[in-house]
Structures are given as C-alpha cells and as structure tokens.
Nanobody, 118 residues
Framework: QVQLVESGGGLVQAGGSLRLSCAAS????????MAWFRQAPGKEREFVAG????????NYVDSVKGRFTISRDNAKNAAYLQMNSLKPEDTAVYYC???????????WGQGTQVTVSS
C-alpha cells in the first residue's frame, strides 16, 4: 500500500515557477514508477510527466517539455515536479500517481491546485 500526498501548489503569475512535491508512505516506493497528471476545469485528466523507478528515465507531454522537470528521491520517498515559465493554460489540479507495472496507476494523491494568472 502506498499513500501519496501532494504539496506546493498555489497562485503564481505567468512566467513564474512552482515546485510540487509528492510525499509517499510505504516501503516499496522505489519499486514504483511515478507520474504527475493534471486536470483543468471541464477537461479530462492528462498525463504531464513520468519518471522510472530508478529515476533514470523521464518523459513529458509535449506542452511542458523544456519547462517542467520531474525528479524523485527514493531515499526520501518523494517525487517532485519543477515547473518553470508557467502559463495560464497550466492552471489545473495536479496529481501524483504511482504505477508498479506501467499498465495502470495503482495509487493517486488527492491533488494540489496550481493557478497561473495572466
């Protein structure tokens, strides 16, 4: 069992930065690949970024490439999303999620709101 708790969201002006954190409980954290998703009002939840269990492989949705960086610290049972050059269209609730085999996401956090003003 893994419990995920996000933090770090807030209100920021366009062009600003935020760093989201995802704190995980459980001893198996290093066995899971981690990802960040987001859901804007009236839209479906979308994948934003993912990182492999070791941290060696990352991938991003095209709209955030070059602006967002996903990372993890297995010693601290945590994953992060550094978001730079934020745009109003990045406004959404951001969720972290964990997957053991990549087929589906087993665990989800409760989400943290990110609002980017123009």
């Amino acid at each position: 069992q893994v419990q995920l708790v996000e933090s770090g969201g807030g209100l920021v002006q366009a062009g600003g930065s935020l760093r989201l954190s995802c704190a995980a409980s459980g001893r198996m954290f290093s066995s899971y690949s981690m990802a960040w998703f987001r859901q804007a009002p009236g839209k479906e939840r979308e994948f934003v970024a993912g990182v492999s269990s070791s941290g060696g492989i990352t991938n991003y949705v095209d709209s955030v490439k070059g602006r967002f960086t996903i990372s993890r610290d297995n010693a601290k049972n945590a994953a992060y999303l550094q978001m730079n050059s934020l745009k109003p269209e990045d406004t959404a609730v951001y969720y972290c999620a964990a997957t053991y085999n990549g087929a589906y996401y087993n665990y989800w956090g409760q989400g943290t709101q990110v609002t980017v003003s123009s």
